[in-house]
């Protein structure tokens, strides 16, 4: 059984910093497609970044936020620097690329 566990969102001022981490068990993050998607309040869920062969980001966080993996602790993490409000959202790790499996999610809010 497949479980992603995500920690380390908050409430942080816009120009900070936050990392979010996704423990999976069930699965291997180094031989797996890992991403990390984000939902906005009326808005449709949207791709921020991945991790397999190679790293992908979306155009909005490129230059602020790094996808890296704990392969040793079977962690994904997303380090996020330089926040801004249109940064809030809910964020979910997901793992797989044909069937994907998601986390609970954990809020990131940016604001002053």
């Known amino acids: 059984q497949v479980q992603l566990v995500e920690s380390g969102g908050g409430l942080v001022q816009p120009g900070g910093s936050l990392r979010l981490s996704c423990a999976a068990s069930g699965i291997i993050v180094s031989r797996d497609r890992m991403g990390w998607y984000r939902q906005a309040p009326g808005k449709q869920r949207e791709l921020v970044a991945t991790?397999?062969?190679?790293?992908n980001y979306a155009d909005s966080v490129k230059g602020r936020f790094t996808i890296f993996r704990d392969n040793a602790k079977n962690t994904v993490y997303l380090q996020m620097n330089n926040l801004k409000p249109e940064d809030t959202a809910v964020y979910y790790c997901?793992?797989?690329?044909?069937?994907?499996?998601w986390g609970q999610g954990t809020q990131v809010t940016v604001s002053s």
């Open positions: 991790i397999y062969a190679v790293t």
């Open positions: 997901t793992a797989g690329a044909g069937r994907v499996y």
